[in-house]
């Protein structure tokens, strides 16, 4: 099990940046695809986006394509998600999760283990 901590959360103006961090510990990342997932109130979970264990190659859904950026560091076992113009919409609570498995998928049910979570709030 891989223990996540996620950090950067905060409130930003609709068109800002905000950069999240994924700690792992206890394993090795480069052991894991990473995925980051977000939960608004009334809403189901949502897949955002996951990165290969190399880092080369990387998946998002079509809310955030073109303005969100994942990457990962295994040296320092972080997975950081750059968070670009932002909208009121990306509102949520903002989870990174570790999938020990080889499908770079957007189903929740491949990720193992999960943070705590960090909020977003974006205001108009």
């Known amino acids: 099990q891989v223990q996540l901590v996620e950090s950067g959360g905060g409130l930003v103006q609709a068109g800002g940046s905000l950069r999240l961090s994924c700690k792992a510990s206890?394993?090795?990342?480069?052991?894991?695809?990473m995925g980051w997932f977000r939960h608004a109130p009334g809403k189901e979970r949502e897949f955002v986006a996951a990165i290969r264990r190399s880092g080369v190659i990387s998946r998002y859904s079509d809310s955030v394509k073109g303005r969100f950026i994942l990457s990962r560091d295994n040296a320092k076992s972080t997975a950081d998600l750059q968070m670009n113009i932002l909208k009121p919409e990306d509102t949520a609570v903002y989870y990174c999760?570790?999938?020990?498995?080889?499908?770079?998928?957007?189903?929740?049910?491949?990720?193992?283990?999960w943070g705590q979570g960090t909020q977003v709030t974006v205001s108009s």
């Open positions: 999760a570790a999938n020990s498995g080889n499908v770079l998928g957007s189903d929740y049910g491949l990720y193992d283990d």
């Open positions: 206890g394993r090795t990342l480069s052991n894991y695809i």
